[in-house]
């Protein structure tokens, strides 16, 4: 595992919990003075990007166009981001089987991994990776890494997103696969090139160095002739939560596992097999004999609903908590995810949901709540 790579520098998007600005605002508070500013921040001033504070950075929640708007042109063209969503997924986890942070980790070469984080949970990723690499140096191991600090990441999502970026690039994108990664020339820079994203569209995103972000920027906007539009945090959260995607820090926590969460396809079949890393007791032993709890999707009457909203039966008996909800912007109807008692999980169970000391009926429902359109081997 040496020369391990890093991006850090712009990974910022996997913890917005509401399409809302006072809600960002107040959950990552920072004063003017205090926000650190992208290559790419004039750019979105310059665009009618509406900036908020993000995990200590001042970024766009939305442009011009509506959260509304902006889900659906996706979905149906296509949409551009000043920062990274999720892909080929991992978890770090603790000692009782819960989870760090999650990311996006891809293989460059058999010695060198490509590894992508939450911004906000960067000191203590930081943190767990250098304490693990000290154990493994010390036991005689050769690992190394770099943090890509120079480097600016893009999230270029929805069906015009290869024929765009095409334009850009002279080596075959329909030869790359979701999930899979390339180190390639885009615009003229060398960039890492990732077929993933946040949303269940296809999609990439791109880790340009910092110099050349605004004119790739540029160049994805104008090659699409406007139907690429820049699209905010508000809208990727709802586009996320349409594609059934956890929220680090809303649906995955330090005291959520992998198995309770629904990412069982996140564990390898060497690891089920051997185990070996941190929780590995614990997981097992939920996967083999079932978790407690386990994450679903709802569908709702009345307000949406939203994190810590209450689940109960037709009783009124608590079986749960909602962790994201909202207005699908593409469906017209309120959708949610949350975690519920096991056996009580399947789809088609009738559940009441409280909004503001409301109940209101509510149904489990199968995610994604939007097909993925990932592309794939045929």
């Excluded at 000043?82 to 942070?101: H, M, Q, R, S, Y």
């Excluded at 120079?150 to 979701?178: C, M, N, W």
């Excluded at 614990?282 to 386990?294: D, F, H, N, T, Y």
Aim: positive net charge; charged residues 25%; aromatic residues 8%.
């Amino acid at each position: 595992m040496r020369g391990s790579l890093w991006q850090l520098g712009q990974s910022i998007t996997r913890r917005l919990s509401q399409a809302d600005k006072k809600a960002v605002a107040r959950r990552y508070f920072a004063s003017e003075a205090d926000l650190k500013k992208t290559v790419l921040y004039d750019f979105h001033v310059a665009h009618g990007g509406k900036m908020v504070p993000f995990a200590g950075w001042s970024m766009p929640i939305q442009y011009k166009d509506s959260i509304m708007d902006s889900t659906v042109n996706c979905r149906e063209n296509g949409g551009l981001w000043p920062c990274p969503g999720t892909g080929t997924l991992t978890v770090f986890t603790n000692e009782k089987g819960g989870a760090i942070d999650d990311s996006v980790i891809t293989k460059v070469k058999d010695d060198h991994i490509y590894l992508v984080v939450n911004a906000g949970c960067r000191d203590k990723d930081l943190a767990h990776i250098e304490e693990h690499m000290k154990v493994f140096r010390a036991k005689g191991g050769d690992v190394s890494w770099h943090i890509h600090d120079e480097r600016s990441l893009l999230a270029l999502q929805g069906p015009l997103a290869a024929p765009v970026l095409q334009h850009l690039t002279k080596d075959d994108l329909s030869k790359i696969y979701f999930g899979e990664f390339r180190i390639l020339d885009i615009n003229g820079a060398t960039c890492f090139l990732t077929r993933t994203g946040y949303t269940g569209e296809d999609g990439f995103e791109i880790s340009v160095p910092s110099e050349n972000a605004l004119d790739l920027a540029k160049a994805i906007l104008e090659k699409s002739e406007g139907k690429v539009r820049l699209t905010g945090l508000g809208a990727r959260d709802s586009l996320r939560l349409e594609a059934g995607l956890c929220l680090y820090g809303n649906d995955m926590e330090q005291h959520i596992s992998p198995v309770e969460a629904g990412l069982t396809w996140a564990i390898g079949k060497r690891r089920r097999a051997e185990g070996g890393f941190l929780g590995a007791e614990v997981i097992l032993k939920q996967l083999a004999e079932g978790p407690s709890i386990r994450r679903v999707g709802f569908s709702s009457t009345g307000p949406p609903p939203r994190s810590h909203s209450e689940i109960q039966d037709e009783k009124g008996n608590n079986i749960g908590e909602i962790t994201s909800g909202g207005f699908s912007p593409c469906l017209k109807k309120n959708i949610a995810m949350g975690y519920v008692k096991s056996g009580l999980h399947k789809a088609g169970t009738k559940a009441k949901i409280l909004v503001r000391g409301k109940a209101y009926d509510g149904v489990v429902t199968k995610m994604p709540f939007v097909p993925t359109k990932y592309y794939k081997p045929s």
